[in-house]
């Protein structure tokens, strides 16, 4: 009995018994003076900032979910005698196992990756340009006294990747890790969270360096004990390779890549693709002549049909605005129609969905008929280097002990980040469909560029969220 008592299965003990220890302000007070300890040394072994704890004794401040767990933890130690054993990377933040995630630190720095820790305050504008302004509403922003506009930083990539870039080794191979708090406004919940991850610049190996970041994001995934994380893999740049082949106008193949990447829209967007019949010829005509006119004049043609129809105003959007939005339309759908073949090809292409191994061959046999068909207009090697890249990094992984047979690629899969470049992954359980992934990454060699470095620099990386998988954990 004893040992189920043992400190490592309290918070199970606890449960079942419906108790809790005391963490009144008197108590916490009362326990931190027996113990001989300063309100900053109880802080840093609870994992949270001088300013919370104070504001516990004071009973100023309840601390509730993650945070309340953590303390409880910290009174049960204390009130047994056992202490708390001094962390080699200690973790700020009441993550309700802050050892695990010092464990898992430890890992990655015995592995052989440096820790950096960028600075939490950065400037706005690299995080802006890069994944847009629809940040800016979860970014808790403020500026300089000379006006610069700046903010807590909402990932860890950017700011590891601007740190390698402002250092003596920017042109050199570097592999990186990191653990600290990142900072996004949320509905629910702090807007304060642990982010681990790792970054590798300038590494060549392109399908090893893959291999490594997803086996270590498995090996992060089973250091926390989570049996059910699933892995779903995509490749962007393999995509993109193969609607080059195709007859796609670029506008079109923008917007299909930007579907892939958001998640959303790529069903409405085929849909809008598909060969055109006798009873839109009328329609497709009309669109194409007010593409093909001048612009002025078409605006115009539109603003008198809308005035006519007695429309002067639509959700606050005036005549003007909405002939600028039907125009812009009208560009896309003149030009939607594709080939019964080429959208046949594109459609089957996207529809591959399988283990790695078997979507391998599925993708070989979609693009060996576009091109039998003549929807691959241009036979391409760079699409053949990437399948032959994608078998390499498939017996990597398994090498690497990867369970390919569990895992799923989806050529339609993407990640709401605009900088990826190639490989892209997630892990995630389904047993809790809203937790959001545990741990995912990718390859983004376009980001150093755009962040300032002279040409585009190889990057493979991974962000593991840790309160994700610690609550998957429990």
Same mark, same amino acid.
């Given at each position: 009995?004893?040992?189920?008592?043992?400190?490592?299965?309290?918070?199970? /003990?606890?449960?079942?018994?419906?108790?809790?220890?005391?963490? &009144?302000?008197?108590?916490?007070?009362?326990?931190?003076?027996?113990?001989?300890?300063?309100?900053?040394?109880?802080?840093?072994?609870?994992?949270?900032?001088?300013?919370? /704890?104070?504001?516990?004794?004071?009973?100023?401040?309840?601390?509730?979910?993650?945070?309340?767990?953590? #303390?409880?933890?910290?009174?049960?130690?204390?009130?047994?005698?056992?202490?708390?054993?001094?962390?080699?990377?200690?973790?700020?933040?009441?993550? &309700?196992? +802050?050892?695990?995630?010092?464990?898992?630190?430890?890992?990655?720095?015995?592995?052989? /990756?440096?820790?950096?820790?960028?600075?939490?305050?950065?400037?706005?504008?690299?995080?802006?340009?890069?994944?847009?302004?629809?940040?800016?509403?979860?970014?808790?922003?403020?500026?300089?006294?000379?006006?610069?506009?700046?903010? =807590?930083?909402?990932?860890?990539?950017? +700011?590891?990747?601007?740190?390698? #870039?402002?250092?003596?080794?920017?042109?050199?191979?570097?592999?990186?890790?990191?653990?600290?708090?990142?900072?996004?406004?949320?509905?629910?919940?702090?807007?304060?969270?642990?982010?681990?991850?790792?970054?590798?610049?300038?590494?060549?190996?392109?399908?090893?360096?893959?291999?490594?970041?997803?086996?270590?994001?498995?090996?992060?995934?089973?250091?926390?004990?989570?049996?059910?994380?699933?892995?779903?893999?995509?490749?962007?740049?393999?995509?993109?390779?193969?609607?080059?082949?195709?007859?796609?106008?670029?506008?079109?193949?923008?917007?299909?890549?930007?579907?892939?990447?958001?998640?959303?829209?790529?069903?409405?967007?085929?849909?809008?693709?598909? +060969?055109?019949?006798?009873?839109?010829?009328?329609?497709?005509?009309?669109?194409?002549?007010?593409?093909?006119?001048?612009?002025?004049?078409?605006?115009?043609?539109?603003?008198?049909?809308?005035?006519?129809?007695?429309?002067?105003?639509?959700?606050?959007?005036?005549? &003007?605005?909405?002939?600028?939005?039907?125009?812009?339309?009208?560009?896309?759908?003149?030009?939607?129609?594709?080939?019964?073949?080429?959208?046949?090809? #594109?459609?089957?292409? =996207?529809?591959?969905?399988?283990?790695?191994?078997?979507?391998?061959?599925?993708?070989?046999?979609?693009?060996?008929?576009?091109?039998?068909?003549?929807?691959?207009?241009?036979?391409?090697?760079?699409?053949?280097?990437?399948?032959?890249? @994608?078998?390499?990094?498939?017996?990597?992984?398994?090498?690497?002990?990867?369970?390919?047979?569990?895992?799923?690629?989806?050529?339609?899969?993407?990640?709401?980040?605009?900088? /990826?470049?190639?490989?892209?992954?997630? @892990?995630?359980?389904?047993?809790?469909?809203?937790?959001?992934?545990?741990?995912?990454?990718?390859?983004?060699?376009?980001? #150093?560029?755009?962040?300032?470095? +002279?040409?585009?620099?190889?990057?493979?990386?991974?962000?593991?969220?840790?309160?994700?998988?610690?609550?998957?954990?429990?």
């Amino acid at each position: 009995m004893q040992k189920f008592l043992d400190f490592h299965y309290t918070n199970a /003990y606890l449960t079942f018994m419906n108790a809790e220890p005391d963490i &009144s302000a008197r108590a916490l007070a009362a326990l931190r003076e027996r113990t001989g300890l300063t309100q900053a040394a109880a802080a840093a072994e609870i994992g949270v900032s001088q300013a919370t /704890y104070s504001r516990w004794e004071k009973e100023n401040n309840e601390p509730t979910g993650a945070a309340r767990r953590a #303390l409880a933890d910290w009174v049960i130690r204390r009130s047994q005698g056992a202490g708390v054993p001094s962390l080699a990377y200690p973790v700020r933040l009441g993550i &309700s196992d +802050p050892e695990k995630a010092s464990e898992l630190a430890a890992i990655l720095g015995t592995a052989g /990756y440096a820790r950096v820790e960028p600075p939490i305050l950065q400037p706005a504008g690299p995080f802006l340009d890069v994944s847009g302004e629809d940040l800016r509403r979860r970014m808790f922003l403020t500026s300089d006294g000379e006006g610069n506009e700046l903010c =807590l930083r909402p990932d860890l990539t950017i +700011p590891t990747a601007r740190m390698h #870039l402002a250092g003596a080794d920017a042109g050199r191979e570097a592999a990186y890790f990191y653990l600290g708090p990142v900072f996004r406004q949320r509905e629910t919940g702090s807007g304060e969270v642990q982010q681990a991850g790792i970054e590798i610049f300038g590494r060549l190996e392109r399908e090893a360096t893959e291999a490594e970041i997803v086996a270590r994001s498995a090996e992060a995934i089973k250091l926390y004990g989570i049996t059910d994380a699933k892995l779903t893999l995509g490749d962007r740049a393999l995509f993109t390779a193969f609607i080059e082949e195709l007859a796609i106008p670029a506008a079109w193949r923008r917007r299909l890549m930007r579907d892939i990447a958001r998640q959303s829209g790529l069903g409405r967007d085929l849909a809008a693709l598909a +060969p055109a019949t006798n009873g839109d010829a009328e329609h497709t005509a009309f669109l194409a002549a007010l593409d093909g006119a001048d612009p002025k004049a078409a605006k115009a043609v539109v603003e008198d049909m809308l005035a006519i129809a007695g429309i002067s105003q639509v959700g606050g959007r005036t005549v &003007s605005d909405i002939a600028e939005r039907f125009l812009e339309q009208a560009r896309l759908r003149a030009s939607a129609s594709l080939s019964e073949d080429t959208h046949k090809a #594109l459609s089957d292409f =996207l529809t591959v969905e399988s283990d790695p191994a078997s979507a391998l061959g599925e993708l070989r046999n979609v693009i060996a008929r576009a091109r039998t068909s003549g929807a691959a207009t241009k036979d391409t090697s760079a699409l053949d280097t990437l399948l032959d890249g @994608f078998a390499r990094r498939n017996t990597l992984l398994a090498e690497r002990g990867v369970d390919l047979k569990t895992a799923t690629f989806s050529a339609a899969f993407g990640r709401q980040l605009d900088y /990826y470049t190639g490989l892209v992954f997630e @892990f995630r359980t389904s047993r809790i469909p809203n937790l959001g992934p545990l741990v995912g990454g990718g390859r983004y060699d376009g980001l #150093l560029s755009a962040l300032g470095a +002279p040409k585009p620099v190889a990057a493979v990386g991974c962000a593991m969220f840790v309160e994700r998988m610690t609550e998957a954990a429990s």
